[in-house]
């Protein structure tokens, strides 16, 4: 089953709009929520990350929402531009072993239209 | 700059071939880890490593092996490869520093099986 439900699956926005992705998990034990960025050919990248204690996170333009009651985070793009246009996955962290592994969502395929 | 290097961006395999995918990280990271990207799917592990010689499953370890005999080095191996094993293979390693996981993963494998 999957662990980080992420939604939705792609997204076309208008340069200047605001792109938003959501996500939503179960496992109470998760501590740790990155979002990560990926273009064609290269291996995902961090691009911000919150901790549950806090409700919202900012970085230049992108923000991250997480609603810990209700179990669920997203991705707020402000001022989308189409260089933003790539896979964005939500992930969640949780203790297994002796490390953290993450949890990943199965993607967002976002394409900014100029 | 920090970098985890997979030796091969393209593979081109027979059914039942024995696999080996490589990777090397140069940043000392503990923890290294290998996931599997297909469509519609994200990211899902494969094994992770938190030491030298030590190793745990991840979600899907069925028809694979790891080998980590030095830090920077974890190997994946597909016993006999087969064409549901066609994928993308990312590898990554972790450090925990100041409440935050930092993934560096690599550029990819795409393995094809035929």
């Known amino acids: 089953q999957q662990q980080v439900k992420q939604s939705p699956q792609s997204l076309i926005v208008q340069k200047g709009g605001i792109s938003i992705i959501n996500c939503a998990y179960e496992n109470t034990a998760f501590d740790y929520f990155p979002w990560y960025q990926q273009f064609p050919g290269k291996g995902p990248a961090l691009l911000i990350a919150?901790?549950?204690?806090?409700s919202e996170k900012k970085e230049g333009r992108f923000t991250i929402s997480f609603n810990k009651s209700a179990k669920q985070f997203s991705l707020h793009i402000m001022d989308s531009q189409p260089g933003d246009s790539a896979t964005y996955f939500c992930a969640a962290s949780e203790k297994r072993g002796a490390t953290n592994k993450l949890i990943f969502g199965t993607g967002t395929l976002l394409a900014v239209q100029p | 700059d920090v970098k985890v290097t997979q030796s091969s961006r393209y593979l081109v395999k027979r059914t039942g071939e024995k696999v080996f995918l490589e990777c090397v990280q140069d940043m000392d990271h503990e923890n290294m880890f290998w996931y599997r990207q297909d469509p519609g799917l994200g990211l899902r592990l494969i094994y992770f490593?938190?030491?030298?010689?030590?190793?745990e499953k991840g979600d899907i370890p069925e028809g694979y092996s790891v080998s980590r005999e030095k830090k920077e080095r974890f190997s994946l191996i597909l016993e006999s490869a087969s064409t549901n094993q066609t994928s993308m293979y990312l590898c990554?390693?972790?450090?925990?520093?100041?409440?935050?996981?930092?993934?560096?993963f690599g550029s990819g494998t795409r393995l094809t099986v035929v």
């Open positions: 990554a390693s972790s450090f925990f520093r100041q409440g935050h996981y930092g993934y560096t």
């Open positions: 490593s938190y030491d030298v010689k030590m190793k």
């Open positions: 919150i901790r549950p204690d806090v």
